[in-house]
């Protein structure tokens, strides 16, 4: 009844009558969105439909850009707090941590907004509507995006990205603080170099057990705002028109009512990559008709009004898509008065504060994984002779960025951590050593030689975003951002062998990178290893304080470390088969889950109790050492004979548990028994039956895991 009273408003005085509507903060988004649309011409219409919304001055709609990024910090848009990359966040096995950060990063994100807007800058990356996070599994350790997701386990990803949008979105019951879109929708994780034309194909089984639960959790528990479609194809179709993922799953299997945006430029690859369509008038109606409420490019602008004219797509439709695009201008309190929305009131203050400078080192310290540390050489004494600090990112703010970074004026590189830490008489050295990608062209280098005189050396190892990342950002990739290999440059590996060779006192490899590194050699000539990812802002004093003691390495591998590219499947075979923890039956270096710490951990005392609706599996982690600690315990489910295609072991259950020195907790894990399935070879969930393995231990269970130093597992058989 209102919206019909609105019509007949507007047919007294269209414009007046219906601004006063939109305006009116008593009726409903819905009925306010749908008067502003209902007042656009189809011209004005088509031009919100696209990334770059222009103004429309006579309807006093002012200029607004979609695109904006957040994936790890308020991206791309001057000052902000950068934390470490997303994989790191992952090594914490921390929701809650999640959720503190990106809360952190929507309340600087506001701030910056309301600052924006006041000094009428409203350009790309300045708004609210965040493309991120990126849930896609990182299923191939090549992929050079891989670094800005939470790793290989749905179950983990599922619940680390919950967490994200949470805090991203805030939780004012009327107002959204910011959005967050999933991407990329929905089976996407390379080749970069054959995105715009690849076509996926992944099993049912994989698809619907691997690729989808993380958007599934997304879309239909928390609620995010925005789904984005991938480049590539799924089964032939382009993922931006495709019916399968746009239809069938999100809209109606999983009742998305929030925006589809394209990956930018998607929609010309319809018709260009896949050649799916033959003009760009087809592949823009096929993309409007399948979801697709914005355009990231220029398809819409240029090819929808004759795809209009054409009949291959309705104005009904372009009006539909609208409304799912100006419902969350609305309840981003866009069109509000500014008092009557309480994030219109978070101070410039909160931009890179005190507060949240400490939350990144906090992520950054209990990112970090300790993968090796014979003889206890760590943590190093602050009151260390002659440290010597080498290696090419020892100095380097790059590796603490990673992609889609912000910009901060407190970025700590590992020197400057290390020399904040140790003591004033320590004689700490620095030399680079190493050029990062390529051969030193100066063939006299002392730098390897001066370890003779050092009581540890601290080598900084790696790779960095411009070698790993998105097609068109990785600079020194050959491969548009991929990997062919996983080892370090030849030229780091050298050196390295250099420093082993000349090294007076324990040799100490910090590894930066955003995917795994397979170390080889390397692994048996260092002392202790520790994996920093890319650390963010505060990277350098967490990697310190990790180094020296103040703080106890706590990070767990969100993904398996592989030996060699020569352990996995051909990189654009998408059968999950041969790949991750949950399918791979080779040796990794390093196993998912795995984690070392200067704690010593026991897990005892498991038992296991059922009634009609859940096991309730509990056990006790004790902390025989003299430090305090923190670990990671993980469930898994493994079965005795498995069925053709099963998954070997199954992540069911995650806690992050602290535990004071010489102390114990008691902790449960309570498993639903509705989520005891597996998915079958059609895609199909079916309950689990026969003989399982329950595992709780703080690795994945297995002989490598136990060989490196894990807790042992406690274990129980279980009959479904």
């Known amino acids: 009844m209102a919206l019909a009273c609105l019509t007949l408003m507007a047919l007294a005085n269209p414009v007046v009558a219906q601004e006063d509507a939109w305006r009116d903060q008593s009726l409903s988004f819905e009925q306010r969105s749908a008067a502003l649309i209902d007042a656009m011409t189809l011209d004005e219409k088509i031009s919100q439909l696209s990334d770059e919304s222009p103004a429309i001055e006579r309807l006093g709609i002012v200029k607004y850009n979609w695109w904006n990024e957040a994936l790890h910090g308020v991206a791309r848009n001057g000052k902000a707090t950068v934390f470490p990359q997303i994989i790191g966040l992952a090594a914490t096995f921390d929701p809650e941590l999640s959720f503190r950060m990106a809360d952190a990063i929507s309340t600087e994100a506001r701030a910056k907004f309301n600052i924006s807007q006041a000094m009428g800058n409203r350009e790309k990356y300045t708004g609210l509507t965040f493309w991120s996070p990126n849930v896609n599994i990182f299923r191939d350790p090549r992929w050079g995006r891989g670094q800005e997701t939470f790793g290989e386990s749905p179950l983990l990803t599922s619940l680390m990205a919950d967490a994200f949008v949470r805090g991203i979105q805030g939780d004012d019951p009327k107002y959204l603080k910011a959005t967050a879109a999933a991407k990329h929708f929905g089976v996407h994780s390379g080749p970069e170099a054959l995105r715009h034309s690849f076509d996926a194909k992944p099993t049912a089984k994989d698809l619907h057990e691997t690729y989808l639960p993380a958007f599934a959790h997304l879309v239909t528990k928390s609620k995010v705002a925005g789904v984005m479609c991938a480049y590539n194809a799924v089964y032939g179709e382009p993922a931006c028109s495709s019916d399968l993922l746009l239809n069938e799953l999100l809209k109606q299997q999983w009742q998305f009512d929030g925006y589809l945006v394209s990956d930018c430029g998607a929609l010309y690859d319809i018709h260009h990559g896949h050649k799916a369509v033959k003009t760009p008038e087809q592949a823009a109606a096929a993309a409007l008709n399948g979801g697709v409420s914005l355009n990231c490019g220029f398809t819409y602008n240029a090819a929808l009004k004759q795809a209009v004219e054409q009949g291959l797509v309705s104005e009904n439709t372009i009006d539909e898509r609208l409304q799912e695009l100006y419902r969350l201008r609305f309840k981003l309190g866009l069109f509000d008065t500014a008092e009557s929305n309480p994030y219109n009131q978070i101070p410039a203050d909160v931009i890179n504060s005190p507060e949240h400078v400490a939350l990144a080192k906090e992520v950054a310290a209990k990112s970090i994984v300790l993968l090796k540390n014979n003889n206890h050489v760590l943590p190093l004494a602050k009151d260390i002779k002659v440290p010597y600090v080498t290696g090419p990112f020892a100095a380097s703010s790059d590796v603490l960025m990673a992609n889609y970074y912000g910009i901060s004026g407190n970025m700590v590189t590992i ?99 955003g995917s795994p590194v397979a170390l080889g050699e390397l692994y048996d000539l260092a002392d202790a290893i520790v994996q920093v990812w890319y650390p963010g802002e505060q990277g350098g004093n967490a990697v310190a304080d990790v180094l020296f003691g103040d703080a106890n390495p706590s990070g767990h591998l969100p993904l398996t470390f592989p030996k060699s590219v020569a352990q996995l499947p051909p990189y654009d075979d998408y059968r999950m088969q041969g790949r991750t923890y949950k399918f791979m039956t080779k040796e990794p270096l390093f196993p998912f889950g795995f984690g070392l710490s200067y704690s010593a951990f026991e897990y005892r005392n498991l038992a296991i109790e059922q009634d009609d609706s859940a096991y309730r599996v509990s056990f006790e982690l004790r902390n025989s050492s003299q430090r305090d600690g923190s670990d990671v315990a993980q469930l898994y489910l493994a079965p005795v004979e498995p069925k053709a295609q099963e998954a070997l072991f199954e992540l069911k259950a995650f806690k992050r548990l602290d535990v004071a020195a010489g102390q114990r907790v008691q902790h449960e894990f309570v498993i639903a028994k509705s989520a005891l399935t597996r998915v079958d070879d059609n895609g199909k969930s079916v309950p689990l039956q026969g003989k399982y393995q329950l595992f709780v231990a703080n690795a994945l269970p297995s002989e490598r895991s136990a060989k490196l130093g894990a807790a042992a597992p406690l274990t129980q058989l279980i009959e479904f």
Do not use: C
């Open 415 to 513: 020197l400057e951590g290390i020399a904040n830490k140790v003591s004033m008489g320590s004689a700490l050295n620095y030399r680079m050593g190493a050029l990062p990608f390529n051969d030193n062209k100066n063939p006299k280098n002392w730098a390897p030689f001066v370890a003779k005189t050092a009581d540890a050396v601290i080598a900084v190892v790696g790779i960095s975003a411009d070698m790993e990342g998105e097609e068109v950002d990785a600079i020194a990739s050959a491969h548009k951002g991929d990997r062919i290999d996983l080892q370090l440059p030849q030229n780091q590996i050298n050196y390295v062998k250099q420093l082993a060779e000349n090294k007076k006192g324990p040799l100490v490899l910090v590894v930066a990178s």
